[in-house]
């Protein structure tokens, strides 16, 4: 796959607190021009490209066809490594949730998923969320930032250092490996911030880096009807749209984007999602939120709603946290729904929850980073 610049126009990228220039999140050509600055040639910094995406290498004196000088050159002038982690968690079921620690200080969260036949990556685009959705514990952070691309990459490049999945000299990167997908999932509204989401999971499947294959790759939106056009035109990822209501009045209520981009507008655009078969469907993502969406009417009205749109539909357990206003819909419940659902053609897996003990699971993240970033100040007061 062939990579262009985002900009299209070469800017000086920014530098570090050490005033070296993060290679990662640059687009090959931005890293080639770059590096021509410093008179590294081209080719060059194609190897310099395999060495951090296809062998993982997190110190330029790793790379071991570069010559020692060169070598030395790159370490003073660019950087390479990777975030500090503030903290892992494992959960019993074997999710693994790191806090990471961007260079400003702030705090992301991304979680490891294995399942018995792949292993799924959820990665945050954004510090906390802009948009307030009523069920969503991540949309009540107050601290809201975009990631840059190189801070998107950086939560896939950790996980598989952690995962130890780099391919040795002369191994490919080959399928079988534990960490197969990634889900823009976690924190944030990925397209919201689409320019890095997009830049970065262009570099995830460039085929002389992760190689990871767009069918591997999903992207979980709100609904940001402009940037899934775009989204579908530009990467055509796999597509999860969270729904969470079969009409307008109460999707409105409990996700105020409803209102800027309606059903009928939203639905339009999954219709018009480029390379939509039967086997290559749209994801509805609908949290079973007790006596709010979970009738047997509302079923029929999902029905009604996504006919003609090649579909599944996940029902979401509902995740709890401290001061939603929402209970989980009985098991009952969840299986008369889905019930329903597939009675009228549409596959409807129910999602098991995972990683809930460590808080990890759907709409849960954020608690830990605050409680970590208050711990932290707790600390600090404390040495003070
Ligand atoms: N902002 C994007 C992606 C992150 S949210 C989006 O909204 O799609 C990931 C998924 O978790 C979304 O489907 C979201 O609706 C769902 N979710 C949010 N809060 C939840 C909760 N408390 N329980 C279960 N799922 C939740
Ligand atoms: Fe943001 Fe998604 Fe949570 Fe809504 S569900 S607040 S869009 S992260």
Known sequence: MSLASHSGRFAAPATNAAGQVPLIGLAPDEMQAVMEQAGVPKFRAKQVWHWIYHRGVKDFSAMANLPKDLRALLAEKYAIERPAVAAEQKSSDGTIKWLLKLSDGQLVETVYIPE???????????VGCTLTCKFCHTGTQPLVRNLGAEEILQQILHARDVLEEWPKSGEKQTEGRELTNIVMMGMGEPLYNYDNVSKALKICMDADGLNM???????STSGVVPQIVQCGEELNVNLAISLHAPDDALRSAIMPINKKYPLAELLDACRNYPSLSEQRRITFEYVMLKDVNDSDDQARALVKLLDGIPCKVNLIPFNPWAGSEFETSSDNRVQKFARILEQAGLDAPVRKPRGRDILAACGQLKSASVRTKKAMREKDTASE
Do not use: A, F, P
Request: aromatic share 0%; with cysteine; proline share 0%.
């Open 213 to 219: 294959s767009k069918r591997r790759i999903t992207l």
């Open 116 to 126: 018995e036949k792949r292993g799924t990556l959820c990665v945050s685009s954004q």
